[in-house]
């Protein structure tokens, strides 16, 4: 009796263990650069290199135009656009003109891409490359944060888009709208939101994530386009806000300075969010400025210089955020090309541009020439502007491709080139990108 009771229980615990086992989702990519914000995704059962056909397209949905990467959590995409009145605005780079229209938040079914719900308002655009908002949503138990290119901040319900609270950076911090618009990705920590409007005093603020009432502000910079990034270092945790003057540590929980280091970047545009390994701290921005820092101190951090960036040293990034591997920095450089930089000195080892422009074009045709940097177990997924989903092996010796394979169709423009600028989600063992006319989801199996 007791033996077939045990069997029974038994066989009841393996099913339980098969029916988990069938039913887990992998890693979820709820906000910027993935769940821990490290351009790391941790899934494993995927591909190991592309079909002559190409991976296979599962579904498509259609979008208008836009910069922001989607967010993939708890079975739901969401994924922001702009809508203009304009015919055209993917191409319009540089030139700055009001643009009416309406920003929007869409919530897909991850397995399908049927739209869930939607939410929109207006908004007029007076910014330069004006494609759409640029930050990816960040989602966190339940609800979802959104910033818009003109500093419209809303904090919505995951399940139905419902709006709890939101914020206007113009109105509510007397901010200026940066010349490219609002990119730096809010930043859930506890319970509080981090965001980087400026305005006197509020190069970054806290809100209360749930009410959205200020908690703490500090500094007195422009905050340029860097998200507030957050490391842990000698066991205590920093919140990093690289504005356009300096790179700063706060306590994310008082937004007490805890030490400063000036970097000041060439147009205002610091973009990277900084890499840490170990004690060293890797930060840069457009054309001449990146340095490396030393950490130190438990209770008591700092920051010393271990050296600051010539011409044709180091890596200065535009769009995407470095890597850094094995005592070795990965990235793609302002000039176009896809750089190996040792870390600890910068100096560069090897470029290319085959993960980037795809061949050299000449001269500026290059310039900001992007790929997205995604480590998954030993190798790398890059995202290139031309639309390419590649697997290559990033080390020291040379830049060796696996295989590479269409995934969108790069429809913005930039250099006189046509590009694909937004960061792809990875989750349920599928990449979603997106461009100005639609979002995919591609099987990694």
């Known amino acids: 009796m007791l033996t077939s009771r045990f069997s029974f229980i038994l ?103 049927k739209i869930l719900w939607q939410f929109a308002y207006a908004v007029t655009y007076n910014i330069q490359y004006p494609g759409g908002p640029r930050c990816t949503p960040t989602v966190h138990e339940g609800l979802v944060y959104t910033l818009g290119a003109m500093g419209d901040l809303h904090c919505l319900t995951a399940e139905k888009g419902e709006v709890r609270w939101s914020k206007n950076f113009l109105k509510d911090f007397n901010a200026k709208t940066p010349v490219w618009g609002n990119a730096a990705h809010p930043l859930v920590v506890d319970n509080l939101l981090i965001v980087t409007p400026g305005g006197e005093g509020k190069t970054a603020v806290a809100l209360d994530r749930l009410t959205g009432k200020e908690v703490w502000h500090a500094l007195d910079a422009p905050p340029g386009y860097a998200p507030p990034t957050l490391i842990a270092h000698g066991g205590k945790r920093q919140l990093l806000i690289l504005d356009t003057k300096s790179l700063n540590s706060l306590d994310p929980a008082s937004g007490e300075l805890l030490w400063t280091q000036p970097i000041a970047v060439d147009f205002g545009m610091p973009v990277m969010s900084p890499r840490l390994s170990g004690d060293l701290l890797y930060v840069c921005g457009v054309e001449r400025t990146a340095a490396l820092f030393k950490l130190s101190g438990g209770d008591k951090p700092s920051a010393e210089v271990v050296w600051r960036a010539k011409p044709k040293e180091a890596i200065f990034t535009v769009n995407s955020s470095p890597f850094i591997q094995d005592d070795y920095v990965y990235g793609a450089n302002v000039d176009g090309e896809f750089v190996c930089a040792k870390l600890a000195s910068g100096e560069r080892v090897w470029s290319d541009f085959a993960p980037t422009t795809g061949t050299d074009l000449g001269g500026r045709k290059n310039r900001s020439g992007t790929s997205f940097i995604i480590k998954n177990g030993n190798r790398f997924f890059l995202m290139s502007e031309t639309g390419e989903l590649i697997i290559a092996n990033l080390n020291p010796t040379r830049y060796e491709e696996v295989s590479r394979a269409k995934i969108i169709e790069p429809t913005g423009t930039a250099w006189d080139r046509p590009i694909v600028w937004s960061h792809p989600a990875f989750a349920d063992k599928c990449v979603f990108a997106r461009n100005d006319k639609e979002i995919v989801c591609v099987s990694l199996e």
């Open 11 to 113: 066989y009841c615990v393996t099913l339980l263990i098969i029916g988990s086992q069938t039913i887990a989702r992998g890693e979820d990519w709820p906000q910027w650069q993935g769940p821990r914000r490290d351009s790391v995704w941790n899934e494993t059962g995927l591909l190991q290199k592309f079909s002559a056909a190409g991976p296979r397209q599962l579904w498509k949905a259609p979008l208008s135009a836009g910069y922001a990467g989607p967010a993939v959590a708890n079975g739901r995409v969401y994924v922001t656009d702009f809508e203009s009145e304009e015919a055209d605005i993917t191409s319009l780079g540089f030139q700055q003109k009001r643009i009416p229209g309406k920003e929007r938040v869409h919530c897909l079914d991850a397995k399908t891409g």
